[in-house]
């Protein structure tokens, strides 16, 4: 059964920082490339950053350049977002993704930024 189980959201002061994690399960982790994407109220879901199947590549998106930082480790099945410098606009569900020919998706975490 395909697992991606997404945590370390919440509430955090603007400028503040959080680091999400995706567990993942059921599925060979290091053949998937993963991604983030978050949505909020109102919006559509919008990619923030995705990293190759080694890590070697990673993109973003323009809004958090230079704040997020997306990272994996394939012996622990777990995808990594560092997103520092958090601003009120960042509030939205985290989403995990797994991608090769088919996309699995977790369930979301909820990040709040706000004073």
């Known amino acids: 059964q395909v697992q991606l189980v997404e945590s370390g959201g919440g509430l955090v002061q603007p400028g503040g920082s959080l680091r999400l994690s995706c567990a993942t399960s059921?599925?060979?982790?290091?053949?998937?490339?993963m991604s983030w994407y978050r949505q909020a109220p109102g919006k559509e879901r919008e990619l923030v950053a995705a990293i190759s199947i080694t890590g070697s590549i990673s993109n973003y998106a323009d809004s958090v350049k230079g704040r997020f930082t997306i990272s994996r480790d394939n012996a622990k099945n777990t995808v990594y977002l560092q997103m520092n410098s958090l601003k009120p606009e960042d509030t939205a569900v985290y989403y995990c993704?797994?991608?090769?020919?088919?996309?699995?998706w977790g369930q979301g975490t909820q990040v709040t930024v706000s004073s």
């Open positions: 993704n797994a991608r090769r020919t088919i996309h699995y």
């Open positions: 059921g599925f060979t982790f290091s053949m998937y490339a």
